[in-house]
């Protein structure tokens, strides 16, 4: 099982452009509209190779305009929302924005092109107040055109936002059911334990205390794994071992035991206590109501990217009396399937078949997560 890392409550914002670097990207869209502007003004005039002059005009009215423009609304009316009053406000700011773009874009153009400018005195006249007005409609456009681009980038970044809640949501219900069907496994294996320990010590205490030694051995292989998110599967063959030995103490000769660890796995992750279920199944459906008792072998292998742990008993097997309890799983297969469907959904599997010649055998398979190969 993977650590699931959820963003800290406490995480900063991503931080909001600065507004020289807003009004750099503005300007990029006021680029195309303003030659698109000079384009159309050739086209109406019917002097093609006025083109040049055209553009070169249009550029620097249209920029010097909507710089103006642009940094008014950057700083003077940030808000995507504006009341009507402020429109007013911000509209008359665009045609006054539009008449001084002009008279200055005409004076800088005119100084790249060698043009000679008019004076003041001389510059109100009927087709340059018409360009103004042309000018005007050129600010509306690039202004509209911002807007939009900024309320879809808003509309990504509240979606993103919004998913990335969901996320967290959903990985924090993940994790409270991971927890939950944990504490379901731990108590109910303690339980059955104390409850054999205290009718042990009346009847042997020396087999009590032996019992209660081997309890020690597997609490301590066990409390720091219930703890984290994920173990190891040597950590976890340990822990197996441990509660075997356990189980050995009240069963005596009746259980015998085997692990088989590959030494490249020993580091492969899994979730914690992910084996105990299955292996109290086995002894509490397969075993202990056999008369001779019989064994339980642990092994682990690796395929094709995943892991396989097999968990085989010769007890009695699927027979008709057993098959409901041990089919259900209880909190044994049943909880470890419930666990690996929240953690891998259809990437992981548990079976439950006939071991041959006798017993069962719950065979879980698993993705390999973070292999790293020791030696022996």
Known sequence: MSTILLPAAGAPAPSTPSVPRRL????????????????????????PESLYEQLVYSVWIG??????????????????????????????????????????????????????VPSLADYPSTGRLSMVLFTFLGMCTMTLLVEYR????????????????????ERQALQAQLRLLQAQIEPHML????????????????RASRMLDQLIQYLR??????????????????????????MAVRMGARLAYRLDLPPALRNARLPPLLLQPLVENAIVHGLEPKIEGGEILIEAS??????????RDSG???????????????????????????????????????AQPQGTIVRLTLPLENPCPSAP
Do not use: C, K
Not at 191 to 206: K, M, R
Not at 302 to 311: F, T, Y
């Open 191 to 206: 339980f059955n334990t104390l409850a054999n320990l205290q009718g042990l010590i009346a009847l042997d205490p020396e």
């Open 316 to 354: 009695l097997g699927l027979s008709a009396n057993t098959a409901a309890s041990r089919a259900g799983g209880g909190v044994g297969v049943a909880t470890t399937r419930e666990r690996l469907h929240a953690l891998y959904g259809e990437r992981a599997a548990v079976l439950l078949a006939p």
């Open 221 to 246: 292989a066990t409390l720091g794994a219930t703890r984290a998110d994920s173990t190891s599967l040597e950590q976890e063959f340990a822990a197996m071992e441990a509660y075997l030995g356990l």
């Open 24 to 47: 750099l990207a503005d300007l990029r869209v006021a680029l195309p509209v303003s030659l698109l502007a000079g384009l159309l003004i050739t086209l109406a005039t019917g002097y």
């Open 302 to 311: 690796a395929h094709d990217g995943l892991l396989d742990i097999a968990v």
């Open 150 to 169: 900024e309320r879809v980038a808003r509309i990504r970044r509240e979606h993103q936002e919004a998913r990335l809640r969901a996320e967290v949501v």
């Open 63 to 116: 920029l010097i305009a909507f710089a103006m423009v642009d940094l008014a609304r950057l700083l003077v009316w940030p808000q995507p929302q504006r009341p009507a009053h402020q429109w007013l406000a911000f509209l008359g700011l665009m045609l006054l924005a539009s008449l001084i773009g002009h008279f200055a874009g005409i004076h800088v153009g005119a100084f790249f092109l060698g043009h000679q």
